[in-house]
């Protein structure tokens, strides 16, 4: 035997009605409801009856079910309908409004981007549209879902207006004007700019992992001559954390006389995304060793 069961529930109408009322007496389920609606349709089952009444519920568990009666799932499955539609009725009758943000999240040059615009309010569905501006190339509204997406292709801040259009009868709209960066995932950067020294070349670098992934580093700066010759200077690799920095890398060496550039290039794998990023940095001028 399973012990009563009772829960009490807000009242959705002013005026209990009845519907065919449960017998507990056969071993079923007696449920009392308060008043729904005036008439809730019982689909598959028996015509046994239903009391509703100021908005109890109650369900008794025998030891067995009597066919026909109303079941614990279908009961739960009829309040959630009931209150998801409340919910509903509550959002449309809300005015429409844009609730995302101005500047949206950053995309990282080359890299997946998805970012979902949100509304509330008005009557669904609603359809989203850029009215102004331009998105950043390679980037995709979608319409319905409101859905951001792709893989930005140039770099840069980009500026553009959305309007959101509900489905009344007249349509409501609302606009909202947006933001988006779009970044490099890997930034390198002179610490200090290379210099000649007694004997070769040195100076330092910094650098910036700008994406959400963990990445497999790999720098190399080689110095190369007149003559297409390349003398390494410095050489790193390791894990380098997402959205992070690395104050100061120094590089250096001896080299023989001549006139140099000095290039630095980075390249970030990740692995388990299939993806690589590349960033470069050289001297605008040549370096005239001694």
């Known amino acids: 035997m399973f012990p009563p069961v009772s829960a009490t529930v807000a009242t959705l109408g002013p005026s209990p009605s009845r519907l065919p009322s449960t017998d507990t007496a056969g071993g079923g ?16 089952l028996s015509n046994d009856t239903i009391d509703v009444s100021p908005m109890r519920l109650t369900a008794h568990h025998p030891s067995k079910l009597r066919p026909g009666l109303l079941g614990a799932p279908v009961m ?16 449309a009758g809300a005015p429409l409004e844009i609730v995302t943000e101005r500047t949206l999240p950053k ?14 309010g008005g009557v669904p569905p609603r359809t989203w549209e850029v009215i102004a501006g331009a998105l950043p190339p ?3 509204l979608e319409p ?16 553009f207006a959305v309007e ?14 947006f933001t988006v960066a779009v970044i490099s995932a890997l930034v390198v950067e002179w610490k200090s700019s290379p210099v000649v020294t007694q004997d070769g070349i040195a100076g330092s670098v910094k650098l910036a992992n700008q994406t959400a992934n963990d990445v497999e580093l790999t720098m190399i700066v080689v110095a190369v ?22 104050p100061e890398i120094a590089f250096g060496s ?10 630095v290039d980075a390249i970030a794998e990740v692995p388990e995304a299939n993806a690589i990023y590349r960033a470069r940095l050289q001297t605008l001028e040549p370096l005239e060793t001694h």
């Open 29 to 44: 389920i007696g449920v009392r409801i308060g008043s729904l609606t005036p008439s809730i349709p019982r689909v598959g």
């Open 76 to 91: 739960a499955a009829l309040l959630l309908g009931i209150f998801a539609s409340v919910s509903l009725a509550q959002e």
């Open 107 to 120: 995309a990282v040059l080359s890299a997946n981007y998805d970012v979902k615009l949100a509304a509330k």
């Open 138 to 140: 390679g980037l995709t």
């Open 144 to 159: 319905v879902s409101g859905t951001i997406f792709g893989v930005p292709t140039a770099l840069g801040l980009f500026r």
């Open 164 to 177: 959101v259009t509900d489905s009344d009868d007249p349509a409501d709209t609302r606009t909202r004007e």
């Open 225 to 246: 001559n007149e003559t297409g010759k390349a003398f390494v200077l410095g050489y790193q690799q390791f894990t380098f954390a997402a959205q992070s920095t690395v």
């Open 254 to 263: 001896g080299l023989p006389r001549g006139s140099y550039v000095v290039h």
